[in-house]
T-cell receptor, first 112, second 112 residues
Framework: QKEVEQDPGPLSVPEGAIVSLNCTYSNSAFQYFMWYRQYSRKGPELLMYTYSSGNKEDGRFTAQVDKSSKYISLFIRDSQPSDSATYLCAMNDYSSASKIIFGSGTRLSIRP | SQTIHQWPATLVQPVGSPLSLECTVEGTSNPNLYWYRQAAGRGLQLLFYSVGIGQISSEVPQNLSASRPQDRQFILSSKKLLLSDSGFYLC???????????FGSGTQLSVL
């Protein structure tokens, strides 16, 4: 079993829709959770970072962490064509601050 | 502000040829440095990470090696490339105790 599972998609939604991206994990020691956005042939860029259960909001993006279920989500409101990219979740535990585990990424396409 | 430089952006090499990819970070001291490989449609695979000059940890046995000759310089090398070395290579950095990871723009390597 992989430490981090992420549906690869592709996920296609119309412009303006609410998008929900999810990851599950097996290591209960994970404490730090991140979401990255990666455009084609570019390096991933950090979107959201959180270290506690609950919600964190930044503009149109909301990151949600449920440690009891080992489940994290990224919500995108009022999705735009420019949001079309691959989204990767990432996480690590305090004892391995130098090693971050990534999900395989979900390809998202926003239709105009 | 901190920036990361990675080059070249694209590289086509014949099987059996050597490889050298370079990454430098500006605007920070004593960063943790990482090399990842991303195969098409797959997640990020950690290859090497370094917490200081001359300190290299290898995550997977492979045909590649890494070196850190200076505090903010990280080099990925191979003496003889294999077809299976093709992929998208990403350099990344963070600061000890801060799990946010920042990526370079990537190198697309094709071994033919």
């Amino acid at each position: 079993q992989k430490e981090v599972e992420q549906d690869p998609g592709p996920l296609s939604v119309p412009e303006g829709a609410i998008v929900s991206l999810n990851c599950t994990y097996s290591n209960s020691a994970f404490q730090y959770f991140m979401w990255y956005r990666q455009y084609s042939r570019k390096g991933p860029e950090l979107l959201m970072y959180t270290y506690s259960s609950g919600n964190k909001e930044d503009g149109r993006f909301t990151a949600q962490v449920d440690k009891s279920s080992k489940y994290i989500s990224l919500f995108i409101r009022d999705s735009q064509p420019s949001d079309s990219a691959t989204y990767l979740c990432a996480m690590n535990d305090y004892s391995s601050a130098s090693k971050i585990i990534f999900g395989s990424g979900t390809r998202l396409s926003i239709r105009p | 502000s901190q920036t990361i430089h990675q080059w070249p952006a694209t590289l086509v090499q014949p099987v059996g040829s050597p490889l050298s990819l370079e990454c430098t970070v500006e605007g920070t001291s004593n960063p943790n440095l990482y090399w990842y490989r991303q195969a098409a449609g797959r997640g990020l695979q950690l290859l090497f990470y370094s917490v200081g000059i001359g300190q290299i940890s290898s995550e997977v046995p492979q045909n590649l090696s890494a070196s850190r000759p200076q505090d903010r310089q990280f080099i990925l090398s191979s003496k003889k490339l294999l077809l299976s070395d093709s992929g998208f290579y990403l350099c990344a950095w963070n600061v000890g105790g801060n799990e946010k990871l920042f990526f370079g723009s990537g190198t697309q390597l094709s071994v033919l």
